[in-house]
């Protein structure tokens, strides 16, 4: 079974995408971090790449499509899980296209949902050390030192982590577009990401038809 997961920054997909992989074996595709050690190696992407991820821009679908290849490339007996990617409807296509050329598809697109209240409030309860740059959240993962870090430093909130640098780098539109394609497309498996890590999991495996 191949999936994607999908939802906007302080969903917590992340961490559900770990516990799918580490559980029932999937081939992790986490585009971000694929991107970001292409563009530290010598590669001769890695300039283009750098570039494109500093202006915190998407990759030319050329890149992409070059990428996911070649990480397709590696047969994965247990399906694959796509984190960061469709970032839109061309990527969606794209990887349907990609999955097509092995006989394949994807299975089943997780969106864990949570309101724009909520990405605020957890993002903007993010607290960086400014010794070690260590970061901490006051609800998820706090300080076991309170408002120090582990390493002693003083624990700070970064300008892009206030409420109103958080609103404005939202982008809501082509997710909302990737999600009504999948749900077009009948694979679209809608989660209530305002709950306990364990019990969004729990239902990810149920409704997945997972054995737990
Ligand atoms: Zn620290």
Redesign the pocket.
């Known amino acids: 079974m191949n999936l994607v997961i999908l939802g906007p920054q302080g969903s917590g997909k992340g961490t559900q995408a770990e516990m799918l992989v580490e559980k029932y074996g999937f081939s992790h595709i986490e585009t971000g971090r694929i991107l970001r050690a292409i563009s530290a190696s010598d590669s001769p992407l890695a300039e283009e790449i750098s570039k494109t991820l500093s202006e915190g821009k998407l990759v030319s679908d050329e890149i992409l499509e070059k990428v996911l290849t070649e990480k397709l490339s590696i047969p994965s007996p247990n399906g694959y899980l796509f984190d960061g990617t469709p970032r839109n409807v061309k990527q969606y296509d794209l990887l349907k296209y990609l999955l097509g050329l092995l006989g394949q598809k994807i299975d089943r697109l997780v969106y864990i949902w949570i309101s724009e209240e909520e990405v605020v409030r957890r993002l903007s309860s993010r607290r960086t050390?400014?010794?070690?740059?260590?970061v901490y959240n006051l609800i998820t993962n706090p300080s076991p030192r309170g408002n120090v870090?582990?390493?002693?430093?003083e624990?700070v909130q970064r300008a892009d982590d206030s409420p109103d640098a958080i609103k404005k780098r939202l982008t809501w539109g082509f997710t909302k577009e990737v999600k009504q394609k999948a749900e077009e497309d009948g694979i679209l498996l809608e989660i209530n990401g305002e709950r306990s890590i364990e019990e969004i999991h729990k239902e990810i495996v149920e409704r997945l038809g997972l054995n737990g």
């Open positions: 050390c400014l010794k070690c740059g260590n870090c582990a390493c002693g430093g624990l």
